[in-house]
């Protein structure tokens, strides 16, 4: 893959806007494109546009929706961009964050309410890092779910998305300025370009050049997750940042290839080393749980809650899936629990002291407070960690425009989703569940208005 002469070029076809990838990001880039008067053309390698979305579990942050104020949560955009700093520790670009999630409520009301896509707020998963209840998603929990509605409106709303298309090199003049791309099927032009791969998470030597301490870890993400944009904005001279940041998810079945979703967790459930016992908080460190669990002795732990956690977890379809693989293990009974397992009697004593917490309201001795104890019957499933996505990228400024290494912007390059940088800061301690889908929302949505814009004035 490489940046070839606008002159090498044999141009089939052309649209206004050209958009390399039918993600989320892709899409919205796509449906904002349209609004703006371009005509847009979407590629996409896969027969059916997926991308990591799909595979996650589908939410939305936002805050001050119409969604929140129906049930009673308050919320501002202050407060988002607030705690994404704080998880961040500040190391991220302020601006950018405000902007996201100044926008944040306009884009999920905007996409549910002129595009139809079926979202609500969960007001009963409040992630790690969020002072709020704000993650938005679909009646089914799934990131499909998402797609699915997006393939849908983009489709409806006038947007050509050409499948089974992979884009192989890009075709500029030196200033950079693109002219359209090259695929197997033939060249097409543009007038703007928005990049919206996946990462690089799937690509083995970025990871060790760029993220040495999860290159080894499982990749659980999408298969396009290979670094294109990456690689295309190196040679045009594009600045990269935060490269080392990436997501990472300690809820993968061992004996299933699906993940438990982490609501698990949040609603009480905890994590036990084989030895029977807790080696940190569960809740402190959602995306970097799979460096923790990968530590511990065999790279594996067992996830242990109870019915109630169990019951409220059937509402998610991707869980409902991890049950029908039957490697969810039931006991009635603390001893049943270690029999099934395999755990030792240390297991019990790890029991009563979250009991002891619960009742006491106090944390623990690893910091984490519980609002109750866990009780019989138990549940129980073995998980190890996996790698999800990385989170750096190709800086761009509050439209999605890519910026030079000398700080100017391409005339007419554009990135969002997994191509741009995102907004958790270099490593994983920066990220904010939600993050990624946050970004690919909102400032898709941006791209896409402002390659249009770019286009017609």
């Not at 904002?32 to 579990?57: F, H, K, Q, W, Y």
């Not at 079945?253 to 080393?273: E, F, M, S």
Request: charged fraction near 20%; include cysteine; hydrophobic fraction near 40%.
């Amino acid at each position: 893959m490489s940046i070839l002469p606008a002159s090498a070029a044999r141009f089939t076809r052309k649209g206004g806007v050209v958009v390399v990838g039918a993600g989320a990001a892709g899409l919205c880039a796509a449906l904002s494109a349209r609004e703006n008067g371009a005509d847009v053309i979407v590629l996409e390698r896969d027969p059916v546009p997926r991308g990591t979305t799909a595979m996650s579990i589908g939410f939305i942050p936002a805050a001050q929706t119409r969604f929140q104020r129906a049930k009673g949560i308050a919320d501002s955009p202050e407060d988002l961009a607030s705690d994404i700093l704080a998880k961040s520790g500040g190391e991220t670009d302020r601006a950018m964050v405000a902007r996201l999630c100044a926008a944040s409520a306009a884009t999920v009301e905007w996409l549910a309410d002129r595009y139809g896509v079926p979202l609500d707020v969960s007001e009963k998963d409040q992630y790690p890092g969020h002072g709020k209840p704000r993650m938005h998603g679909t009646p089914q929990r799934t990131g499909a779910e998402l797609m699915s509605a997006l393939v849908t409106a983009a489709q409806n709303a006038g947007a050509e998305i050409l499948t089974n298309t992979v884009v192989t090199d890009l075709f500029a003049d030196d200033d950079g300025r693109v002219h359209g791309v090259r695929t197997a099927g033939g060249d097409i032009g543009c007038d703007a370009l928005v990049l919206a791969t996946c990462g690089f998470a799937g690509n083995h030597d970025l990871l060790v050049r760029y993220i040495p301490e999860i290159a080894s870890a499982r990749f659980y993400g999408h298969a396009g997750s290979q670094g294109d944009a990456v690689r295309w904005g190196a040679e045009l001279g594009a600045t990269l940042g935060d490269m080392d940041s990436y997501q990472s998810h300690g809820g993968m079945t061992v004996d299933a290839d699906v993940p438990v979703p982490w609501a698990h967790i949040l609603r009480g459930g905890v994590q036990v080393n084989n030895a029977g016992k807790r080696f940190s908080d569960e809740t402190r460190n959602y995306a970097q749980r799979a460096l923790e669990v990968l530590a511990q002795p065999g790279g594996y732990v067992w996830s242990v809650y109870d019915a109630p956690i169990d019951a409220e977890l059937q509402t998610f379809a991707p869980y409902r899936e991890v049950v029908q693989t039957g490697v969810v293990l039931s006991a009635e009974s603390t001893d049943e629990l270690c029999r099934v397992t395999g755990l030792p009697p240390a297991l019990k004593e790890t029991l009563r002291e979250i009991a002891a917490s619960a009742a006491s309201q106090m944390p623990d001795s690893l910091g984490r407070v519980f609002a109750r104890a866990l009780a019989p019957p138990f549940k129980a499933v073995k998980v190890t960690g996996v790698l999800y996505h990385t989170q750096g990228g190709l800086v761009v400024d509050g439209d999605g425009r890519v910026r030079r290494k000398d700080g100017t912007l391409f005339p007419n390059l554009y990135a969002a989703g997994g191509a741009a940088r995102g907004v958790s800061g270099p490593g994983c301690e920066g990220y904010l569940g939600g993050n990624g889908l946050l970004t690919a929302t909102v400032l898709g949505r941006f791209a896409g208005a402002a390659a249009a814009r770019r286009i017609y004035g």
